[in-house]
């Protein structure tokens, strides 16, 4: 545990990419959306933004920056593989959760002032927002640590195969999503498969996420075993 403590540390010596630079992103979207929300007039409806999810793309180029920026300097150090990964999920798992936890007492704030006094939805977006509280936090943190595994897998790849394996693993998803529509489409099942999608909570989108993101952990670590530093 100690090991694993030390890997979050070093991950963290460089803390202007991976905290500094999300705080700015979300302060800068929201800012930027209240500046906008400013030029429209108030005709009573709730202004709409999307503005939010900015923070969660930027875990994507985390989950890349914190393999190719740590990695080869880990195993200068004598570090582990096993102990670099289990350090570097854990240190992203907690800014995950902090970062959920903060988009739910913001969107707390949010229903409490009105939408900001004009009548914003910036946090608390309608379907998110609804039901308990441990709903939306468990979807943020899903949906965060969904994207920055899915960039630290390429990353992995990357350091694997180089551009080729990289290149041929995105070609394999392409492949794979092309003939899931061309299946669903030959068999005329789009409206059972929008009945699904529309059957979905926050708990269980969260637990589908969890499950991709589960599987994207046990790929990155089995690649994680023989990459190039």
């Given at each position: 545990m100690n090991r694993v403590v030390?890997?979050?540390?070093?991950?963290?010596?460089?803390?202007?990419?991976?905290?500094?630079?999300p705080l700015i992103i979300l302060a800068a979207s929201f800012l930027l959306t209240l500046i906008i929300w400013s030029f429209i007039p108030n005709d009573g409806g709730v202004r709409i933004s999307g503005g939010s999810q900015a923070v969660m793309w930027y875990f994507f180029a985390l989950g890349i920056q914190s393999l190719t920026l740590t990695f080869p300097f880990s195993q200068g150090l004598s570090i582990t593989r096993r102990t670099f990964f289990l350090g570097t999920l854990s240190l992203f798992s907690l800014i995950a959760l902090i970062t959920a936890v903060t988009y739910w007492l913001l969107g707390l704030v949010e229903q409490g002032t009105g939408g900001w006094g004009v009548g914003g939805s910036f946090f608390a977006l309608d379907w998110i927002a609804d039901g308990p509280w441990y709903q939306p936090i468990a979807f943020y943190f899903a949906v965060m640590m969904a994207l920055f595994l899915i960039g630290f897998w390429s990353a992995t790849i990357y350091k694997r195969w180089q551009a080729t394996g990289l290149l041929i693993a995105g070609i394999s998803v392409a492949l794979a999503l092309v003939g899931t529509l061309y299946l669903i489409g030959s068999r005329?099942?789009?409206?059972?498969?929008?009945?699904?999608?529309?059957?979905?909570?926050?708990?269980?989108?969260?637990?589908?996420?969890?499950?991709?993101?589960?599987?994207l952990a046990g790929g990155s670590f089995l690649t994680l075993r023989r990459a190039e530093p």
């Open positions: 030390k890997v979050m540390r070093m991950q963290l010596a460089n803390r202007w990419i991976f905290i500094g630079i005329s099942a789009w409206p059972e498969v929008g009945a699904f999608l529309g059957s979905q909570t926050q708990l269980t989108v969260a637990g589908w996420l969890a499950v991709l993101a589960l599987a």
